[in-house]
């Protein structure tokens, strides 16, 4: 992970140290979202009106007023437009073949969603050549960059062998410092008769293959998948090997995941649909971050999280999109953000910051989810005059233009 430049003096409150590079202005920015609540209007978007953005490098190095920004060598006009930070989207299953058009098209008849339907996608993915898996790995990180996400984290899960399972992770680790390793999705379906096995060898052979690759290690703790007994069994081998711990908890019943993954100071706890009084204490108490996955529940027609209660509680919300081929085949955050704020409780404020700010919380990320100085340059101009217009007008392409590490790409 790339360790943000700290601004110090001379430098203003509102610029970083100057490094030798070539400086670009983004100008005439309508509303600038920096997410950070003290500069601009002191909400916890810290909007500043009529602004301007420096990029010096990979990095933000002033954000201001643009009456104030400094000269620069290059000029962009953002035509008073929306600029925000690129999505940090901190949970996704990208290493996988094959399709399940079928299993979804089922499930819209009144088939309900089990654990079950990873099998097929399994099956694919180990008959598929590494050339495949990572071109199809591409295609959807470049899908995701086109609509702004310029963090993304994705997980082996779909191999569920020794070498299926490394070579997920070597594959991913080509393309994005975010990688967790999740041999812990099911019970593989070579050993479903000794679920005891499975779990010795993803915290022993398996882990030891994969960790190399990795950052994260995540479980399924869930009916069908694993008990929490060995949920935490495969998150403590992880974190002995060097791996920070995440798990899927409390999806598709009430459950011990979120618990777990508090006693654990897991990273994040994601999906969190189905939550006691305890589970919300248990998060707002500790450094573990629930993570919505909204297009999960479209997708499957269940219950939507209770983004209000948690966030009433005081807990660290992120959004992401789950993007996975059984479950939530999206890769839209724009579409996430709507739906968490039609149906999930939460502001169009609350949605963008979860899916900026705290995905990269999520991830345990300093120097991403925020436009300020010594921030990473990854940048997103909606073609809207607010950041409201992502929940506003939902399905609308409103991407202009995406900057990732000081780059345009898009």
């Known amino acids: 992970m790339n360790t943000p430049t700290t601004p110090t003096s001379p430098a203003g409150p509102n610029q970083a140290n100057?490094?030798?590079?070539?400086?670009t202005v983004i100008?005439?920015?309508g509303t600038l979202v920096t997410n950070d609540p003290s500069l601009g209007d002191r909400s916890p978007l810290g909007l500043i009106?009529?602004?301007?953005?420096?990029?010096e490098g990979d990095r933000v190095v002033w954000t201001g007023e643009k009456s104030k920004a400094p000269a620069t060598d290059n000029r962009f006009d953002a035509a008073g437009r929306t600029l925000l930070p690129g999505f940090v989207d901190?949970?996704?299953?990208?290493v996988f073949a094959g399709d399940r058009t079928a299993e979804f098209n089922a499930r819209m008849s009144g088939r309900p969603y089990t654990a079950g339907g990873i099998r097929t996608t399994v099956a694919a993915t180990r008959a598929a050549s590494d050339a495949d898996l990572e071109a199809n790995l591409v295609r959807h990180l470049t899908e995701a960059l086109r609509q702004g996400t310029t963090t993304m984290e994705t997980k082996s899960g779909y191999g569920l062998t020794v070498a299926d399972e490394s070579r997920a992770l070597r594959l991913a680790a080509r393309h994005t410092d975010e990688v967790t390793y999740l041999g812990a999705h099911i019970v593989s379906p070579d050993l479903a008769a000794d679920p005891a096995a499975y779990v010795a060898?993803?915290?022993g052979e398996m882990l030891d293959a994969c960790a190399p690759h990795a950052r994260w290690i995540d479980v399924f703790c869930e009916k069908g998948a694993f008990d929490e007994d060995q949920a935490r069994t495969i998150l403590t081998a992880g974190r002995a090997k060097g791996l920070q711990p995440r798990i899927h908890a409390n999806q598709l019943t009430y459950g011990p995941?979120?618990?777990?993954?508090?006693?654990?100071?897991?990273?994040?706890?994601?999906?969190?649909?189905?939550?006691?009084?305890a589970d919300v204490d248990a998060l707002a108490s500790g450094n573990t971050v629930a993570t919505l996955l909204p297009g999960a529940e479209f997708s499957t027609r269940a219950e939507w999280p209770d983004a209000r209660r948690l966030l009433d509680a005081g807990v660290t919300v992120a959004l992401s999109t789950d993007c996975n081929?059984?479950?939530?085949?999206?890769s839209s955050v724009p579409f996430c953000i709507a739906l968490a704020v039609r149906d999930m409780g939460m502001t169009p404020d609350e949605a963008v910051w979860s899916a900026t700010a705290g995905g990269a919380a999520a991830l345990r990320r300093t120097d991403v989810g925020r436009v300020t100085p010594g921030a990473q340059a990854d940048l997103l101009l909606l073609d809207a005059p607010s950041h409201v217009h992502l929940a506003y007008r939902p399905g609308v392409p409103l991407t202009a233009e995406v900057w990732r590490r000081g780059k345009r790409v898009s």
């Open 257 to 277: 995941g979120v618990r777990l993954a508090v006693e654990l100071d897991a990273a994040s706890a994601d999906h969190c649909t189905h939550l006691t009084d």
């Open 201 to 203: 060898l993803v915290t």
């Open 325 to 330: 081929p059984g479950s939530s085949y999206t």
């Open 27 to 29: 100008t005439n920015i």
């Open 49 to 55: 009106q009529d602004a301007a953005v420096v990029i």
């Open 18 to 23: 100057s490094t030798t590079g070539t400086t």
């Open 90 to 94: 901190s949970h996704s299953h990208l």
